[in-house]
């Protein structure tokens, strides 16, 4: 188990899904959420990398979360929205499938992720949080964005 990674006492997490699961990432890295409108493409972009908006005077690259994780399809619709973070000091775009609520987990909602050895790549999960019958898959949204697959901000780690 990797239980180093949980996040330490209670926390706020914004819910969105993805395909059929769902999804939480740290109520604080958010800015806003925005409906999904088609940004300007960047030629030879990686596929989950959308193009850019403008919004308000800031380049902000969109990045669609499903193309990225392989999860669902990604069609766009009256639902399809664009989460607007503040992760390592940019500002960047996420397409999910829909935004669910803000929920309150506590130390005691957060189990630690599967152990999956090197079959599947968990360093993006802090652990999955539980809420009455639901399971939310708890993301470390700011490594993911600073990872090196995606090179959009400077890496961290």
Excluded: W
Excluded at 11 to 37: A, H, N, P, S
Excluded at 112 to 119: A, I, K, Q, T
Aim: hydrophobic share 45%; glycine share 10%; charged share 25%.
């Amino acid at each position: 188990m990797t239980e180093g990674r949980l996040p330490a006492g209670s926390g706020e997490y914004l819910t969105f899904t993805l395909g059929r699961e769902e999804y939480g990432i740290d109520i604080l890295k958010v800015q806003e959420i925005r409906g999904y409108e088609q940004p300007t493409t960047i030629a030879h972009a990686p596929p989950f990398i959308k193009g850019v908006i403008n919004l308000r005077g800031v380049i902000v690259p969109i990045i669609d979360l499903r193309i990225k994780l392989d999860v669902g399809t990604a069609t766009y619709d009256q639902f399809t929205v664009v989460i607007i973070l503040n992760v390592a000091g940019r500002v960047v775009g996420i397409v999910v499938d829909g935004v669910s609520d803000v929920i309150q987990l506590g130390a005691e909602n957060l189990r630690p992720p599967p152990d999956f050895s090197s079959v599947l790549d968990t360093r993006y999960i802090l652990g999955l949080g539980t809420v009455d019958e639901r399971m939310i898959i708890i993301v470390d949204i700011e490594k993911l964005m600073t990872s090196r697959d995606m090179a959009l901000v400077e890496e961290t780690a």
